[in-house]
Structures are given as structure tokens and as C-alpha cells.
């Protein structure tokens, strides 16, 4: 335990073509991937397709996934009732309109009735793009121009919130009251500025942080379960609801990871807590790139273009103009991808599936924690719903900086053993389960893990 990792050049011998291909695409992809999430040490596996709860790459080794797309795909990949649906769509419809269709009311219609706080629904292109949105509401709405978030959180790669998302300790500040540190090259000042830090599960700092600079906040922003894995403690969660009432500044569910992996109805159906604004992503779209914001009537319908309406009455044009928030995108609501989503609520909604897929998840973390615990590994599987992740630590973790305590260097090491035995996700990633994933999957896991456990030890 504790040793310091060495990583090989190549993770296994029999990766030779992932390897290569990896080495080819770094001569046209900075990189050699898409997104920087993709990478790392000593090169990505690629990927050849994807079947249930198995992924195969282009060396033809065989994997458990439990990446699943970053926790997208809660239905596998190529669920049978998700293809048929899309299949049928494009052969008899086209994929998509640039217009208005059926599919948007029908999808918009499915997610007020699922989540408690969604009113009205506007549709985005990826969760990053949705969280944007909300912000953007938030100031709109409050006429405030910054914004409150978490240390540790993450809500997309854009200025305003790639800020403390994974901070060096030594430049962050003290730990209740956490310094605003950039995650990228190209953050400006502006942004850092604008952006307090937040301790979270600290309700006692928080407040007091909040309520100095409650006349320039516009919103508090979270992941009600930090990275999909780190719970928000109910009374903080309680409590953050009731202060950000009373100080006038809109709360923002960042259920991007969340949304339906907990609950169908969200984080927020788990908590009881109602936020002012909604963003969702990842399942929603049934393995499709999609992002939703929903929220309460009256804040969302400021982006309603009939607020905005220039048209002459009684010789005068119409004002109204200036009170309207821009929204759009092209492929805003594409049909195709609610197809995706509104096939994959319906497979969640059947029968025992979710109760299935949370019962599943459940039987997997305490199994791996008994299997650790068996030969003397401290480890705590750290989650909520059907998604968790393995802390090698003793130690209570609630936020952030409580993760300096595991023991990064085995975990990385567990990591890349797991990945040469079959058992995929990014190493230090979080584990997400899909209703795909068997009783036989989950006991071959723990097998696999043991079988690491004894060699490494």
C-alpha cells in the first residue's frame, strides 16, 4: 500500500493496435482525443463497439464497462428497444426538422411529470450547454452578474466553471473558505472574479459566504452528489434550499450525472428539495449528445420570443423587446435524440428495472467493500443510486479535500490491473451501472478484483 505508481508504456502487450491507432490520431487530434476527459498515462484504450454491459476495442479484448459513456448509457450500449426506436424514426421520419415537433412537447411533457420542480423545459445539445443556460437565467432573472459554485464540482469546460473543479490545495485557501483557482490556461480574470467558491457539506461557512455577497450572487450551482459519488448531507442540502430563499438567490441542480441514476425524478425526488432551475444530460439522451434546463413557469417562460414580439399596435412598435433572455440552437430538441431518450425513460419505467438497476448497484459496493475490508484494505464504495466509486480511505469523505486522504497511488494500480483482466473504467473514475449489467457481471467483477487484490499485495 502506498508504493508510487510506475506506468508501463503500454498498459498490456495486447493492446499493440490501440496503441498505434492512439499514436496515429495524435498526428490530427491534439492529443489524440476528442476531450481531454478521454486521455490518460499510458495511452486511452480504443474503442471498436459496445454491446449490453461489454465494450470491445479494436485489439478485440473483451471489457465489463463501467464507464458506460461517463454514466450516459443506464441502458447498455445497443439496448434492443433504444435501437428499434431510432431505427424506425430515421427509415420513417427523416432525423431532423429545424422546426418545431411532437416529440419536444412529448419529452418536455415526461420531465414535469418526473421532476418535482420542472414547470417548463427548454432543450440544449449536452449538459455543458445547459448549465450555461441556467447561469444565464439566473442573471437574467436577478439581474445579478456572479455566481456561487462548489469546490470540487464540475459543470462543463467553459470560463465561468472550469474554476476549482480539481484545485491544487497549496493555492486554493483555507478549506472553509476556499479561493476561486482556474483549471485551464484562457480563464480570465473576469471569470475569477465573478465566481465565489464554495465549501461543500459545510453549511456553517457557506452561509456566511453566501449572505456577504448575497446583493452580487445570482445563483448557487451544485452537483447534489459531488463528481456522481459524493453525497450532499440532507440537512445541507435542507438548509441550502432555505438560505438561498431568504437571500434571493436562485439554487441550480446540476443533475447532469444525477438525473435518473439516483431516481427517475432526480437527486432532487431523493432530497425533497426543490430547486429554482434544472440541468440535465448524459441518460436523457439514450446514449445521444442532449441537455435539458426545466424550472419554474415564471423564470422560464423569460426566454419566450412572444415576450419580444415586434409588431406595430395602433402605430407603435411593441417594447416588450428588452425583456426577452436569447435561447436557441440548431439542433435544439433533435428528434432523433428524444427518440433515444424517450425510449430509454420508458426502458427504466418498466416493470422491476430500476429497483433492479439500484439493487444490482447496491450488491456490488458491498461486496467489493467486504472483499477489501477481507484483506485488511481500507475502502469505502462511495455513492448514491447506481453510481459509486472505490475510496481507499478509513476516513469520512464530504467533499473534495477530504479525497487527499485515500490512497491514490493503490487505487491507480488496482486501476490498470483491472483494465488488463477485462474490468473497464478510466483509472480513478467512478463506477455507473446499467440495467444491462447481470448478477454474472457483478460476481466476475469481485472475482477480478480479487485476483488483483492477491497480486499486487
Known sequence: MGKQVVVPNVISKNMSRSVEAFEEAKQVIPGGVTAN??????????????????????????????????????????????????????QSTGSVFGAPHQLELAMAQKLCELFPSIDMVRFTNSGLEATLLTIRLAKAITGKRKVAKFEGHYHGGYDQMLISVNPDVMNAGHETIPRSVPDSKGISDYDLEHTIVLPFNN????????????????????EPVQGGYI????????????????????????????????????????????????????????????????????????????????????????????????HSGTYNGHPTVLTAGLATIEVLEEGDTMRTLLKNS??????????????????????????FNIVLSNEKISNYR?????????????????????????PMNRYSLSVAHTENDIHDTIEVHEHVIKKIR
Open 362 to 387: 447496491k450488491m456490488l459496493r458491498t461486496e467489493l467493500e467486504s472483499l477489501y475490508h477481507r484483506y485488511n484494505i481500507d475502502m469505502q464504495a462511495i455513492g448514491m443510486g447506481s453510481m
Open 37 to 90: 476527459i478521454k486521455y490518460f498515462q499510458p495511452h486511452p484504450i480504443v474503442m471498436e463497439r459496445g454491446k449490453g454491459s461489454r465494450l470491445i476495442d479494436v485489439d478485440g479484448n473483451e471489457y465489463v464497462d463501467y464507464l458506460l459513456c461517463y454514466g450516459a448509457l443506464i441502458a447498455g450500449h445497443g439496448h434492443p428497444k433504444v435501437n428499434e426506436a431510432v431505427v424506425t424514426f430515421l
Open 402 to 426: 477530504d479525497m487527499g486522504k485515500a490512497n491514490v497511488d493503490l487505487r491507480k494500480r488496482i486501476d490498470y490491473e483491472l483494465l488488463k483482466l477485462g474490468i473497464y473504467t478510466k
Open 203 to 222: 453549511i456553517a461557512e457557506t452561509d456566511l459566504i453566501l449572505r456577504k455577497h448575497k446583493d452580487e450572487i445570482a445563483a448557487v450551482i451544485l
Open 231 to 326: 453525497p450532499a448531507d440532507e440537512h445541507f442540502m435542507y438548509q441550502l434550499r432555505k438560505i438561498t430563499e431568504e437571500l434571493g438567490i436562485l439554487l441550480i441542480f446540476d443533475e447532469v450525472k444525477t438525473g435518473f441514476r439516483l431516481h427517475l425524478g432526480g437527486a432532487q425526488s431523493v432530497y425533497n428539495v426543490k430547486p429554482d432551475l434544472t440541468a440535465l444530460g448524459k441518460v436523457l439522451g439514450g446514449g445521444f449528445p442532449i441537455g435539458a434546463v426545466g424550472g419554474k413557469k415564471e423564470m422560464m417562460e423569460i426566454m419566450s420570443p412572444e415576450r419580444g414580439n415586434d409588431i406595430l399596435i395602433a402605430g407603435e412598435k411593441n417594447k416588450r423587446s428588452d425583456d426577452i433572455m436569447f
